[in-house]
């Protein structure tokens, strides 16, 4: 292609963050994914704090979420799953697959957005205190775990219930309590950590990883929250996970 020392510039890459929700630290989230996808001067991003306009995803190749308690409306949900059916690329982080009602009896994470959640492939259910958890990798063949071993790591466990055929690339197991949740009392349980989910010609990445909350995120609940949780933030192999899952995204089809 010409002269060896010549290289073609990369083709631009648009993409679309929703970045929104409650209870954790959503700016830093969002300025940490912001700060990886800038690693690559082709992607241009627009940031966002719901579901909505979500006719820029006809402009772009994948669509990120850091969200909590945050679901798109049906009509929001048909356009993404459209969209992914399309060849869409969907990097789902942490508590995108979480719907939170505050009951007598606990927090509620209601079944009644099937349409997202299926999509999904799972649905949060719980978690028990923040804790150190080992996470082995089921796959090591795949491009977003190849090379890495397996590792521990202090996080909020996402109990999770699955919701259509997924292929876990990493996982941990729990048993145990989840103090203050209607689902509290698990027993021996496999839970996914990051797999994939294949929806037509498109595909999501969801990494269950990833808590963050700062001082000042529990408003109504706590007006300082004294200690500040980073969890994976503070790994770098959870960094690592970002990047290849960015690469991943980058890619036109597959």
Same mark, same amino acid.
């Given at each position: ?15 679309h ?51 909590c ?43 009644? *957005?099937?349409?997202?959640m ?12 923040i804790? @150190? ?29 699955t ?7 990493m ?12 689902? $509290?009392?698990?027993? @021996? ?18 990494? $269950? ?18 200690? @500040? ?14 990047? *290849?899952?960015?690469?991943? $995204? ?5």
């Amino acid at each position: 292609m010409g002269h060896s020392h010549s290289r073609q510039p990369a083709t631009r890459i648009d993409a679309h963050f929703v970045a929104a929700g409650k209870y954790h630290d959503i700016d830093y989230a969002r300025l940490e994914v912001l700060k990886l996808l800038m690693e690559h001067p082709q992607i241009r991003t627009t940031v966002a704090a719901d579901y909505s306009g979500l006719e820029r995803l006809d402009a772009c190749r994948f669509l990120v979420t850091y969200t909590c308690d945050l679901v798109p409306t049906p009509e929001q949900a048909q356009q993404i799953r459209a969209w992914l059916e399309e060849g869409g690329k969907w990097l789902a982080l942490h508590g995108t697959n979480s719907i939170l009602v505050f009951t007598e009896s606990g927090v509620d994470c209601p079944e009644d *957005r099937p349409d997202v959640m299926e999509m999904l492939g799972t649905q949060f259910k719980a978690h028990p205190p923040i804790g @150190k958890f080992p996470v082995e990798v089921v796959n090591k063949d795949h491009e977003l775990t190849r090379g890495i071993a397996d590792f521990e790591v202090v996080d909020e466990l996402y109990l999770s219930k699955t919701t259509a055929p997924i292929d876990t690339l990493m996982q941990t197991t729990f048993e145990g309590e989840a103090t203050g949740f209607v689902d $509290a009392n698990w027993e @021996k349980t496999t839970v996914p950590i990051v797999y994939t989910r294949d929806i037509g010609a498109g595909q999501i990445v969801y990494n $269950a990883l990833g808590h963050c909350r700062g001082h000042y995120d529990l408003p109504g609940m706590a007006d300082f929250y004294p200690h @500040k949780e980073m969890c994976a933030w503070n790994y770098d192999v959870y960094y690592d996970l970002l990047r *290849r899952t960015i690469r991943w $995204a980058m890619r036109d089809g597959d």
